[in-house]
T-cell receptor, first 113, second 112 residues
Framework: DGGITQSPKYLFRKEGQNVTLSCEQN?????MYWYRQDPGQGLRLIYY???????QKGDIAEGYSVSREKKESFPLTVTSAQKNPTAFYLC????????????FGPGTRLTVL | GENVEQHPSTLSVQEGDSAVIKCTYS??????FPWYKQELGKRPQLIID?????GEKKDQRIAVTLNKTAKHFSLHITETQPEDSAVYFC???????????FGTGTSLTVIP
């Protein structure tokens, strides 16, 4: 399945709690991405990283945080500041550089109770 | 930043007919345009892509056309089959920043 994994597949959290979604890749890709997918809104970029120890905000970064301490790992924390966190979250990676395919993980469905 | 619009949002065709999905983009610096297919409950997967130095690209039953002047590109699927039923996303990217901008998706249903 492309060497990029996400865990858990389903996640439930109570309001006010932070939660961390895992994303790991063994493709030796430089770039990694986090997207949020809501019905009818396509894929919206939360954060991306082109190299270890560096990352940039995407269009909807508010209420989220990331780290990139290792090339293969790019965890996403959904904080209590995120107003509407219930969604499907997709992680992706690519070799970096121009015009390179993104490979997606299987996704994590987060539900806030 | 870039804005990618995709139409239609839903599309139903009879098996064997053709399907066309269209996208427009706003940033004239965008020069890489991939198309992804997402089957129900699965991850998006690249099905075809095109770079701005090419006007058309084909891969068996699927093709993509690009009009740089009008800033639009289209996905064409011929001889549709039930397994083509999925959500299709277009995207645009340029050679700086490595950021992708996605359209809102088209849900294609092929009726047997």
């Amino acid at each position: 399945d492309g060497g990029i994994t996400q865990s858990p597949k389903y996640l439930f959290r109570k309001e006010g709690q932070n939660v961390t979604l895992s994303c790991e890749q063994n493709l030796n890709h430089d770039a990694m991405y986090w997207y949020r997918q809501d019905p009818g809104q396509g894929l919206r970029l939360i954060y991306y990283s082109q190299i270890v120890n560096d990352f940039q905000k995407g269009d909807i970064a508010e209420g989220y945080s990331v780290s990139r301490e290792k090339k293969e790992s790019f965890p996403l924390t959904v904080t209590s500041a995120q107003k509407n966190p219930t969604a499907f979250y997709l992680c992706a990676s690519s070799p970096g550089g121009f015009g390179r395919e993104q490979f997606f993980g299987p996704g994590t469905r987060l539900t806030v109770l | 930043g870039e804005n990618v619009e995709q139409h239609p949002s839903t599309l139903s065709v009879q098996e064997g007919d053709s399907a066309v999905i269209k996208c427009t983009y706003s940033d004239s610096a965008s020069n890489y345009f991939p198309w992804y297919k997402q089957e129900l409950g699965k991850r998006p997967q690249l099905i075809i892509d095109i770079r701005s130095n090419v006007g058309e690209k084909k891969d068996q039953r699927i093709a993509v056309t690009l009009n740089k002047t009008a800033k639009h590109f289209s996905l064409h699927i011929t001889e549709t089959q039930p397994e083509d039923s999925a959500v299709y996303f277009c995207a645009a990217s340029r050679d700086t920043g490595n950021q992708f901008y996605f359209g809102t998706g088209t849900s294609l249903t092929v009726i047997p």
